[in-house]
């Protein structure tokens, strides 16, 4: 029985302690995921993003998950940010899925992750909750493949 564990604890401790580097660095990570992967026009997924050291640099990633439903190669998405002071602050953001030849940038088999950078070395002015609303851009009604989108924020080093 001890002998067994052993292989499992010591791939725990080398991936966490230097060949492979587990993310403590990680300030915000979250999901949102949508019923069978359709993402409807009017949908909006709402993140509250708390940040309480605005002295620090952050990058930002949105995380989004397509099958091979997803009938288009890019991505529109249209982010509004409110601040904690109420003020707003609007992007529109383009995110390619696939090459030209359909070949997935995500990893993954049936279903696909990308990791995108959105903002980088990005300073918050104020602490406080800042409010990401996310919609779809891509004028269709219900749009097909897009099983999951996510922030992450990660402290800058």
Not at 5 to 15: A, D, F, G, I, M
Not at 24 to 53: C, G, L, M, N
Not at 123 to 138: A, K
Request: proline share 4%; with cysteine.
């Amino acid at each position: 029985m001890k002998k067994s564990r052993l292989p499992l604890l010591l791939l725990t401790v080398l991936t966490c302690s230097g060949w492979w580097s587990c993310k403590f660095d990680e300030q915000y990570y979250r999901f949102h995921s949508f019923r069978k992967a359709q993402w409807d026009k009017d949908e909006t997924v709402r993140f509250e993003v708390p940040i309480d050291d605005p002295t620090k640099n952050y990058d930002l990633f949105l995380d989004i998950r397509n099958n091979n439903r997803y009938p288009y190669s890019n991505l529109w998405l249209f982010i509004d940010v409110q601040l904690p002071d109420g003020t707003m602050r609007s992007d529109t953001l383009e995110i390619r899925l696939a090459d030209v030849y359909g070949k997935w940038y995500g990893k993954g088999l049936s279903l696909f992750t990308l990791s995108a950078p959105y903002k980088t070395d990005l300073q918050y002015p104020e602490s406080g909750t800042y409010i990401y609303t996310i919609r779809q851009g891509m004028r269709t009604d219900l749009l097909t493949g897009i099983s999951d989108i996510g922030i992450r924020i990660v402290v800058k080093k």
